[in-house]
């Protein structure tokens, strides 16, 4: 550098064309980016949108921001001409040309309407009243068109990456909310009659509202990345979107039960039916037999057996009435209640049986055990025993009477065993005592 002029030392030739280079690669790197973001897809759906909330808000700045971007290029462009023309003048740029390149090149050189710069809405670029006009160097254009420009392109990327993910998304989910709302009607699941119905007429509404909203306020359904500051740091928020699919999932489910239900509906009535029918013949069995206990067998008390549950069979009649109607969205609940019921009640008819028949059990064990020990002694050649034969038709004589006590019964079946096991030399029974009458004397 040379002499000092009023920006400071003057540049030499050299500088200035090392400085005439770099603002030439930057302004071809302005200007291509700013064709991109004019042709930006994200954009040009901003220009032609019905836009409300933070996305109007911010569209009308960032409109303001590209309008002065481009005013501030123009501006850096004119100046960046003017000053390869000085420098074209001659091969060997005079003094006083580098004094003008230098006051162009460093200086506050480039003069920039007020108006002009008052349609950018942009706080951070601005402050204070407007100007009639504003002067900046070359640097300055630069900074202020890099800082406007990352901002414009933050806006429109976020906007554009909410639009190309979530109207999509909606729309395909809103599909299969169509198709689920056809097949929950085939199964007569619908509003006002069944949760399910219901909830597919919320989940319709929300994303209806959803996509609305997403189409016309983007930014609101933007979530930026923390530390980022990258444009277009971020990722399109979801929440809404992904409760309500969760929701849909759920109500798809129901409607796959239901559908079920009518594939199996006949064949588990006719089950149920079964069911209930064995349990009635088993509780009419258990009557029976109780009837049966009380004329054969004395001093017993016999459990009283109940009648079938009238409400189980009014229910299976309103089963397969809701089956003729095609009702399955209520059917698939009764039908479940009715098959934990019904092996219930199968159940308590079967311990009712046993609980009855105990007596008559009893009374065949004895007889058996009676019979056992006869044959026996038979095979041990003491079958014209006098004791045994004396016991032993006592025994039978109970056991074959009616009506029967099976305590004094059980006491004779006793005295034959015992007089049974000392004749063959066997050991006494164990846990059971021998009846005083059970004892050989010198006489017996």
């Given at each position: 550098?040379?002499?000092?002029?009023?920006?400071?030392?003057v540049?030499?030739?050299?500088?200035?064309?090392?400085?005439?280079?770099?603002l030439?690669?930057?302004?071809?790197a302005?200007?291509?980016?700013?064709?991109?973001?004019?042709?930006?897809?994200?954009?040009?759906?901003?220009?032609?949108a019905?836009l409300?909330?933070?996305?109007?808000?911010?569209?009308?700045?960032?409109?303001?921001?590209i309008?002065?971007?481009w005013t501030?290029?123009?501006?850096y462009?004119?100046?960046?001409?003017?000053?390869r023309?000085?420098?074209?003048?001659?091969?060997?740029?005079s003094?006083?040309?580098?004094v003008?390149?230098?006051?162009?090149?460093?200086g506050?050189?480039?003069t920039?309407?007020?108006?002009?710069t008052?349609?950018?809405?942009?706080?951070?670029?601005h402050?204070?009243?407007?100007?009639?006009?504003?002067?900046h160097?070359?640097?300055?254009?630069?900074?202020?068109m890099?800082?406007?420009?990352?901002?414009?392109?933050?806006?429109?990327?976020a906007?554009?990456?909410?639009?190309?993910?979530l109207?999509?998304?909606?729309?395909l989910?809103?599909?299969?909310?169509?198709?689920?709302?056809?097949?929950?009607?085939?199964?007569?699941?619908?509003?006002?009659?069944?949760?399910?119905?219901?909830?597919?007429?919320?989940?319709t509404?929300?994303?209806t509202?959803?996509?609305?909203?997403?189409?016309?306020?983007p930014l609101?359904?933007?979530?930026?990345?923390?530390?980022?500051s990258?444009?277009?740091g971020?990722?399109?928020?979801?929440?809404?979107?992904d409760?309500e699919?969760?929701?849909l999932?759920d109500?798809?489910?129901?409607?796959?039960?239901v559908?079920?239900?009518?594939q199996?509906?006949?064949k588990?009535?006719?089950r149920?039916r079964?069911?209930?029918?064995?349990?009635?013949r088993?509780?009419?069995?258990?009557?029976t037999a109780?009837?049966?206990?009380?004329?054969?067998?004395?001093?017993?008390?016999?459990?009283?057996?109940?009648?079938p549950?009238?409400?189980?069979?009014?229910?299976?009649?309103?089963?397969?009435?809701?089956?003729?109607?095609?009702?399955?969205?209520?059917?698939?609940?009764?039908?479940?209640?009715?098959?934990q019921?019904?092996?219930?009640?199968?159940?308590?008819?079967?311990?009712?049986?046993?609980?009855?028949?105990?007596p008559?059990?009893?009374?065949?064990?004895?007889?058996?055990?009676?019979?056992?020990?006869?044959?026996k002694v038979?095979r041990?050649?003491?079958?014209?025993?006098?004791?045994?034969?004396?016991?032993?038709?006592?025994?039978?004589?109970?056991?074959?009477?009616a009506?029967c006590?099976?305590?004094a019964?059980?006491?004779?079946?006793?005295?034959?065993?015992?007089?049974?096991?000392?004749l063959?030399g066997?050991?006494r029974?164990?846990g059971?005592?021998?009846?005083?009458?059970?004892?050989?004397g010198?006489?017996?």
């Amino acid at each position: 550098m040379g002499a000092t002029g009023p920006t400071g030392p003057v540049m030499d030739r050299d500088e200035v064309d090392r400085a005439l280079a770099r603002l030439g690669a930057e302004h071809e790197a302005i200007e291509t980016s700013l064709l991109a973001l004019q042709d930006h897809a994200g954009r040009r759906l901003l220009e032609g949108a019905q836009l409300t909330g933070v996305t109007e808000e911010r569209w009308t700045s960032t409109e303001a921001s590209i309008t002065l971007l481009w005013t501030y290029f123009d501006a850096y462009t004119d100046a960046l001409r003017s000053a390869r023309d000085i420098r074209a003048r001659r091969r060997w740029s005079s003094r006083e040309d580098l004094v003008e390149l230098t006051e162009l090149l460093n200086g506050d050189s480039v003069t920039v309407a007020g108006s002009a710069t008052a349609t950018a809405n942009a706080p951070t670029l601005h402050s204070g009243p407007t100007k009639l006009s504003e002067r900046h160097s070359l640097a300055t254009l630069v900074d202020r068109m890099n800082e406007l420009y990352a901002a414009s392109l933050d806006m429109v990327v976020a906007a554009d990456a909410v639009w190309s993910a979530l109207p999509a998304r909606i729309d395909l989910l809103a599909a299969e909310l169509q198709r689920t709302r056809r097949l929950a009607h085939s199964v007569g699941v619908r509003p006002g009659e069944h949760p399910a119905g219901d909830d597919l007429e919320r989940i319709t509404r929300v994303l209806t509202k959803l996509r609305e909203q997403v189409v016309s306020d983007p930014l609101a359904f933007w979530l930026a990345a923390e530390g980022s500051s990258a444009p277009g740091g971020g990722r399109p928020d979801t929440t809404v979107y992904d409760r309500e699919a969760r929701a849909l999932e759920d109500v798809r489910r129901e409607i796959d039960a239901v559908l079920t239900v009518r594939q199996d509906a006949e064949k588990r009535i006719v089950r149920l039916r079964d069911i209930l029918s064995r349990a009635d013949r088993t509780l009419a069995e258990a009557r029976t037999a109780r009837g049966e206990v009380l004329a054969k067998i004395a001093a017993t008390e016999v459990p009283v057996v109940s009648g079938p549950p009238t409400v189980l069979q009014e229910q299976l009649a309103a089963a397969a009435e809701y089956r003729r109607q095609a009702q399955w969205h209520r059917l698939s609940p009764l039908l479940e209640s009715l098959e934990q019921k019904a092996e219930d009640e199968l159940l308590r008819a079967r311990e009712s049986l046993g609980a009855v028949t105990a007596p008559l059990a009893v009374r065949a064990e004895l007889r058996g055990r009676l019979d056992a020990y006869k044959a026996k002694v038979a095979r041990h050649g003491f079958a014209e025993d006098a004791l045994l034969v004396e016991r032993y038709e006592k025994a039978r004589r109970m056991l074959w009477s009616a009506p029967c006590d099976l305590r004094a019964a059980e006491q004779a079946v006793l005295r034959f065993q015992h007089a049974a096991a000392e004749l063959l030399g066997g050991p006494r029974l164990p846990g059971q005592g021998v009846p005083e009458d059970d004892r050989r004397g010198p006489g017996a």
